[in-house]
């Protein structure tokens, strides 16, 4: 269990109460996914209960226990993307990664999943690599998209 690393998060919430969310962003962001080790230290120092931390976990889409891929790819398969074609990309990067939606690749490097709709319908079919959002991706483009996140 990384210890130091969970008292540096939670050390920039000095007011701990109504910060749980912002403190599991920060703990999914340094360890990619919600350990359960962590989790429970995070309820020990807080003195939230485990089953109140879980049923934030358990609400919110983003929060994952299990682990994730360095690099996060969502493609969005709101309306508009899947009108311009986003299932076609969705199944090109399953493909390439063979990995379907909700899996990570064995070296760590990708995760797969959907969203719906992202706010960017004008750049439909869009795809959101961990802050980068892809705009008018076709499956064409998809290996070259892939490349800059391989090192
Ligand atoms: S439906 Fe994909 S960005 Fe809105």
Known sequence: MNVAAIDSI???FP????SLIGILHEVQNHFHYLPEGELRYISKK???PITQIYSIINFYNRFSLKPKGKNEICVCLGTACHVKGAEKVMNEISAKLKIG???TTDDMKFSLDE??????CSLAPAVVVNED???????KQVTTILSKYKD
């Open 10 to 12: 939670l050390s920039k």
């Open 15 to 18: 007011e701990i109460k109504g």
């Open 46 to 48: 807080t003195k939230i």
């Open 101 to 103: 939606k909700g899996e």
């Open 115 to 120: 969203v719906r709709c992202i706010g960017a």
């Open 133 to 139: 959002t892809h705009g008018m991706v076709s499956p």
